[in-house]
């Protein structure tokens, strides 16, 4: 059984939007690797208002702006290959 002191030293999850100030980070730039990517349209799934499937059945962003960035970065992280590149506003890569 866990007592209440030990959870206060359990390690917190790292939240992917939160840097060390603890001010929330905006997401600058996604890239999508089309070398990587397969179409299986997770992505569109997760954020339809951002990515689409090309005529050669690979992501693209149509639409950076489409979801709020908590929904962009599950998008991401959706992708069975990691095709999806998500960095912040200050160029500093978040996910993969």
Do not use: H, W
């Not at 929330?24 to 349209?41: E, F, N, Q, T, W």
């Not at 929904?71 to 960095?87: D, E, G, H, M, N």
């Amino acid at each position: 059984m866990v007592e209440s002191q030990d959870i206060q030293n359990l390690p917190q999850e790292k939240k992917p939007l939160d840097n060390a100030q603890g001010k929330p980070l905006r997401i600058g730039k996604i890239i999508v690797d089309r070398s990587l990517c397969i179409g299986a349209a997770s992505c569109i799934a997760v954020a339809p208002g951002v990515f689409e499937l090309d005529s050669e059945n690979k992501a693209v962003i149509y639409n950076d702006k489409g979801a709020d960035d908590e929904t962009i970065l599950l998008a991401a992280k959706s992708c069975p290959t990691q095709a999806i590149l998500v960095f912040d506003d200050e160029g500093n890569q978040i996910f993969p």
